[in-house]
């Protein structure tokens, strides 16, 4: 069973920049890929970014051009690095991961503000 933990939200201002993180624990062997998605107060929850295990990538229109999603497989952890924040990228941000014997797991998320 894998578990994830989501850090490095906070309060931003406008054009400033967050890196958030997502630590894998368990069985990280069978996780096939991992992204990150958010949910803004009122709103559905939405896809920001995706990798796979063999890295491709794939980003919501939205955040193109500013956040970049990667990895560090030695120590199973997925970044968020989102650049240029804007107030409409305010919502919490939640790690997802979906494994092959599990399904889809997610973590509790981390909020993320982008305000002056």
């Known amino acids: 069973q894998v578990q994830l933990v989501e850090s490095g939200g906070g309060l931003v201002q406008p054009g400033g920049y967050l890196r958030l993180s997502c630590a894998a624990s368990?069985?990280?062997?069978?996780?096939?890929?991992m992204g990150w998605y958010r949910q803004a107060p009122g709103k559905e929850r939405e896809l920001v970014a995706t990798?796979?295990?063999?890295?491709?990538?794939n980003y919501a229109d939205p955040v193109k051009g500013r956040f970049t999603i990667s990895r560090d497989n030695a120590k199973n952890t997925v970044y968020l690095q989102m650049n240029t924040l804007k107030p409409e990228d305010t919502a919490v941000y939640y790690c997802?991961?979906?494994?092959?014997?599990?399904?889809?797991?997610w973590g509790q998320g981390t909020q993320v503000t982008v305000s002056s």
């Open positions: 997802k991961a979906v494994d092959t014997f599990s399904g889809i797991i």
């Open positions: 990798i796979t295990k063999g890295g491709a990538t």
């Open positions: 368990g069985n990280i062997f069978s996780i096939n890929s």
